[in-house]
């Protein structure tokens, strides 16, 4: 099954003016692993999920 890219993540990363690199470094995720979150390739961990939505100070719910 092929999975549609993430634009809440997206979205959100470029209104708030934060780059996917930087979110990544700050969480302690791997750039590319992040990458392929947001492009749908990879479907991320709740832990992931959990760091995400903080770093974003945002609901789980209202990005994944």
Same mark, same amino acid.
């Given at each position: 099954? &092929?999975?549609?890219?993430?634009?809440?993540? @997206?979205?959100?990363?470029?209104?708030?003016?934060?780059?996917? $690199?930087?979110?990544? #470094?700050?969480?302690?995720?791997?750039?590319? &692993?992040?990458?392929?979150?947001?492009?749908? @390739?990879?479907?991320?961990?709740?832990?992931?999920?959990?760091? $995400?939505?903080?770093? #974003?100070?945002?609901?789980?719910?209202?990005?994944?």
């Amino acid at each position: 099954m &092929r999975r549609l890219p993430n634009l809440q993540v @997206k979205s959100a990363l470029w209104k708030q003016g934060i780059k996917q $690199i930087d979110m990544a #470094l700050d969480i302690r995720i791997d750039p590319s &692993r992040i990458s392929k979150i947001i492009n749908g @390739k990879e479907e991320p961990s709740y832990e992931i999920k959990e760091a $995400i939505a903080d770093y #974003l100070e945002m609901e789980i719910s209202e990005l994944f």
